[in-house]
């Protein structure tokens, strides 16, 4: 397989990388008739996300014939830390790399990467791989009842919101609106808690089909990496998912190239109750017989701590100023 990027490919090519480092810690390489795809997992299987790139994607783009018929286009794992540092400053690869050529020969073990920078410096990587059988994740997207478009700006202002350590999200969908919040599993400490959540109307969506109300809660970190991409390239993202313990998929498609995220999602009893605020219920007062005629100045102070600690002192001192006039009046003086 050989291949050859110019110009804004390379910068694309560099953030999809980016992306699919934030799913897993290998990279599948896979080039086949229909393209370049990059694909990726992470260790749970929780998460899984493949960029494909045309033919058309590249200058050129050439597979190896006599591999093709043999036993077909080779599939190389890599590991994600020896590639991403080849892309890792996509600006000074924009500013300084004029063409990028990869390719795999038949029978070597080594993805060869050459960057052709201005001033005739050519910088030549080789990473070594493991000839692996091609990743792929089935889900028939087609299939979801629920299904939302819209650009990837209008998402991306969305998850901004949400602290960089949020984990999980919940996405509510109904037909009057569609809200993403945060989830807290397993924290009972609501006054600790900072709740965020924000809602659109259907019109704010490209393309709303809502066949059935649905709550699912799923890993944000996986999403963010391809909602830069899209946002980068001006996108859509699509969004089809059903029932919570299904997978939810966000993919982008364009001309040159698709890209699809799909994640996993909490089962229905387990995303229930922690990804919003639960309101404390109004305290129920049970009507009993009174201990004595008239209140005593003990139990109103008690009620009053409980109620409004910071006039307790105050209260303290009407207490015993009421105890002090009922004493005087039985003929026994309090000193303090």
């Given at each position: 397989m050989n291949c050859v990027l110019e110009g804004n490919s390379i910068k694309a090519f560099g953030?999809?990388?980016?992306?699919?480092?934030?799913?897993?810690d290998?990279?599948?390489?896979?080039?086949?008739?229909?393209?370049?795809?990059?694909?990726?997992?992470?260790?749970?299987?929780?998460?899984?996300?493949?960029?494909?790139?045309?033919?058309?994607?590249f200058q050129q783009y050439n597979l190896d014939s006599v591999r093709e018929q043999d036993s077909g286009p080779i599939k190389c794992k890599l590991v994600m830390k020896s590639v991403l540092p080849l892309?890792?400053?996509?600006?000074?690869?924009?500013?300084?790399?004029?063409?990028?050529?990869?390719?795999?020969?038949?029978?070597?073990?080594?993805?060869?990467?050459?960057?052709?920078?201005?001033?005739?410096?050519?910088?030549?990587?080789?990473?070594r791989f493991l000839e692996s059988e091609a990743l792929q994740a089935v889900f028939a997207s087609h299939?979801?009842?629920?299904?939302?478009?819209?650009?990837?700006?209008?998402?991306?202002?969305?998850?901004?919101?949400?602290?960089?350590?949020?984990?999980?999200?919940?996405l509510s969908m109904s037909a009057p609106k569609v809200s993403l919040r945060n989830y807290n599993e397993g924290?009972?400490?609501?006054?600790?808690?900072?709740?965020?959540?924000?809602?659109?109307?259907?019109?704010?969506?490209?393309?709303?089909?809502?066949?059935?109300?649905s709550d699912i809660t799923f890993c944000l970190k996986?999403?963010?990496?391809?909602?830069?991409?899209?946002?980068?390239?001006?996108?859509?993202?699509?969004?089809?998912?059903?029932t919570p313990g299904k997978p939810?998929?966000?993919?982008?498609?364009d001309m040159v190239l698709e890209a699809t995220v799909v994640l996993a999602t909490l089962a229905d009893f387990e995303s229930r109750g922690p990804s919003q605020p639960t309101e404390t219920p109004a305290p129920t007062t049970h009507r009993s017989a009174p201990c004595c005629s008239r209140p005593c100045p003990q139990n109103l102070v008690m009620t009053m701590m409980m109620v409004l600690p910071d006039y307790l002192y105050w209260h303290i001192?009407?207490?015993?100023?009421?105890?002090?006039?009922?004493?005087?009046?039985?003929?026994?003086?309090?000193?303090?």
């Open positions: 953030k999809a990388i980016h992306a699919l480092s934030r799913v897993g290998e990279l599948w390489l896979d080039p086949t008739i229909k393209g370049l795809a990059l694909r990726s997992v992470n260790s749970a299987h929780s998460a899984y996300a493949c960029f494909l790139f045309s033919p058309l994607f892309f890792r400053c996509s600006t000074s690869i924009e500013h300084s790399v004029k063409r990028c050529q990869i390719s795999v020969s038949t029978g070597s073990d080594q993805v060869i990467v050459q960057f052709f920078c201005r001033h005739g410096i050519t910088k030549t990587y080789n990473v299939l979801c009842p629920n299904v939302l478009k819209s650009p990837a700006r209008l998402l991306g202002d969305m998850v901004m919101h949400f602290h960089a350590s949020q984990e999980e999200v919940t924290r009972n400490d609501h006054m600790k808690m900072m709740h965020t959540e924000m809602s659109l109307h259907p019109d704010e969506f490209d393309y709303f089909q809502a066949g059935m109300d996986e999403l963010r990496g391809l909602l830069c991409f899209a946002e980068s390239h001006c996108l859509p993202v699509s969004v089809h998912f059903g939810v998929c966000f993919s982008v498609e001192s009407v207490m015993r100023k009421t105890i002090r006039e009922a004493r005087h009046s039985e003929g026994i003086t309090v000193t303090n």
